[in-house]
């Protein structure tokens, strides 16, 4: 098991040496656009083509993918994964649209590019409009900044931008997907990893949330027994809904090998409310979820995912990062030495 450093949106030099110097292994990137200013700077990729408009990137190749790998590597740090590929990439496949099949071609394609770029694993998720919170700077442990989440209020949110969608099509739409793309990652070597879909209540603005339960990855693992099939577990997304489920559900996967990677942090609250949490607070015990992953021998990563903003932290987050990254630290060196936990 590895800790990572991740959510990364863009990187700088600067962020690779902090991520070293706190004691990770490896980092993620987060749906990153390579044609932006800072990665088009980060990557050294000057060169374009003639002037004049371009048309909409749907992929990405796997020279630049290359170029990425080796500037985290300078670092002595491991590109463990790339998570999510920009939401209109796979927004029509997402929700049946015509122009599904060409989204799902360029997905084959972004998944054919990794492999050969030795990138090994892709996170995705299955929900067209993102992520919910319907509060943005909730007051959280001495003034930090958090997120939170009121069902009250996300129902009367009504965008009318996406068609309507029930489980049906949603999960037909997914296992159209899944069958098109799983050989090809197969093929490549790359690991998929479904990320449940947070908040996890049954629809937001008319689209169903299909990947909202255990039982619901449990029916998604059923489709394929691959190891290239798996999950991006997410404890703070299942621990919306019970500390309880989350433990269950965990215990379950892990044990059966279909977790490639964990977010760890915590919540307070459950739907039809909550609060995003400091990692050594909330309903999530972080102790019990590293002793679970250690005790079903799971050798995938660990990133801290979403923290706390703290006082005159960046917008990444150093400080709030340094804090998780730490504390997962501590709780591995501790259970590492001391695997039973009895008295040392």
Known sequence: MRIVAGQFRELTQGDLAFARQIGCAG??????????????????????????????????????LIQLRSAVEAHGLALECIEGVPANWLDKAMLGLPGAEEQIADFQATIRAMGQAGIKVLGYNWIPDGVWRTAKAAHGRGGALVTGYDDALGQRVATGTLPARDDARMWANWERFITAVLPVAEEAGVKLSLHPDDPPVPVLDGVARIFRSEDAFARAM??????????????????????????RALRRFARAGRIHYLHLRSVHGTLPRFAEAFIDEGHVDSVAVLRELLDAGFDGFVIDDHVPHLTDDTVWGHRG???????????LRALRSNPTGGPA
């Not at 059923?222 to 500390?243: K, L, N, R, V």
């Not at 990062?321 to 709780?331: K, L, N, P, V, Y």
């Open 321 to 331: 990062r340094a804090h998780a990254t730490g504390h997962i630290a501590g709780i």
């Open 222 to 247: 059923g489709f394929a027994d691959s190891p290239m099939h798996g999950i991006a577990f997410c404890t703070g997304t299942f621990a919306e809904i019970g500390a309880d489920p989350m433990m």
């Open 27 to 64: 980092i993620t990137v987060n749906k990153p656009d390579f044609d932006s200013p800072a990665w088009v700077d980060f990557l050294l990729t000057q060169f374009r083509a003639a002037a004049g408009p371009r048309p909409p990137r749907r992929r990405w190749s796997a020279m630049e």
